[in-house]
Nanobody, 124 residues
Framework: QVQLVESGGGLVQAGGSLRLSCAAS????????VGWFRRAPGKEREFVAA????????GYADSVKGRFTISRDNAKNTGYLQMNSLKPEDTAVYYC?????????????????WGQGTQVTVSS
């Protein structure tokens, strides 16, 4: 299995940026699709973005398209989520997830491995 640890969360003003990192250990990171999810207070967890094993395919929720960018560095066993133009409604705990899958499809559900989450708070 793979272990995931997120970092990079914090408090930022609306319009600001943050970059989240997801450090993986265990199985070869390059065999896993990586997704980012978030859970806002009182809401269900929702899909944010995902990237396939090679980095050649990415997908985003409509709410973050054009503002967030997902990427990965397989040599460093790390995934990233660059978040720009942040809004108060982006406030949530952000989770990194991984699923062993080496296709080109973007997975929005069915992830097997999860990190502990990192808090992102956007003030207005």
């Amino acid at each position: 299995q793979v272990q995931l640890v997120e970092s990079g969360g914090g408090l930022v003003q609306a319009g600001g940026s943050l970059r989240l990192s997801c450090a993986a250990s265990g199985r070869p990171f390059s065999a896993y699709e990586v997704g980012w999810f978030r859970r806002a207070p009182g809401k269900e967890r929702e899909f944010v973005a995902a990237i396939n094993w090679s980095g050649g395919s990415t997908g985003y929720a409509d709410s973050v398209k054009g503002r967030f960018t997902i990427s990965r560095d397989n040599a460093k066993n790390t995934g990233y989520l660059q978040m720009n133009s942040l809004k108060p409604e982006d406030t949530a705990v952000y989770y990194c997830a991984a699923n062993r899958y080496m296709g080109t499809a973007i997975l929005r559900t069915g992830y097997d491995y999860w990190g502990q989450g990192t808090q992102v708070t956007v003030s207005s």
